[in-house]
């Protein structure tokens, strides 16, 4: 079957299998997983062994950004990885394995990963 027969949902599911099967998170090394939206960004640090999420964080959160900045939607995913950096370095994390999901290592997804490298954590 062509890929033009399969539903979106199908596609994207087929990337992220490709890419989850290289990439397993443990206590010592979580995996960093995004999700976007077209408004909104999530990151979790997630630990595959146990099942459970270690940290997460949101650019819908209330006190994400503050005052009144108006920030794009890049730089937000930049300081989203800045923040899930501070989360993992309070919970003793230095080393993540990035999970970019389906979604092209570019643009916000790039900005994430940077935001995390500057941020302290060792990806």
């Known amino acids: 079957m062509s890929d033009k027969l399969k539903s979106r ?23 960093l997983t995004v999700c976007k939206s077209l408004r909104n960004m999530i990151a979790q640090l997630i630990d595959d062994d146990a099942g459970r999420t270690l940290a997460f ?8 950004v503050s005052g009144k900045e108006k920030l794009t939607k890049t730089a ?8 899930i950096a501070a989360l993992a370095q309070e919970r003793g994390i230095k080393r993540a394995v990035f999970d ?15 935001g995390a490298r500057e941020g302290g954590l060792e990806i």
Do not use: W
């Open 9 to 31: 949902d199908d596609r994207e599911l087929r990337r992220r299998r490709h890419v989850r099967r290289r990439i397993r998170g443990s206590v010592e090394r979580p995996r």
């Open 57 to 64: 964080c949101t650019t819908a959160a209330p006190g994400f």
């Open 76 to 83: 937000a995913a930049k300081l989203l990885g800045m923040k």
């Open 100 to 114: 970019r999901n389906q979604y092209v290592y570019h643009g916000r997804i790039k900005a994430v990963a940077d």
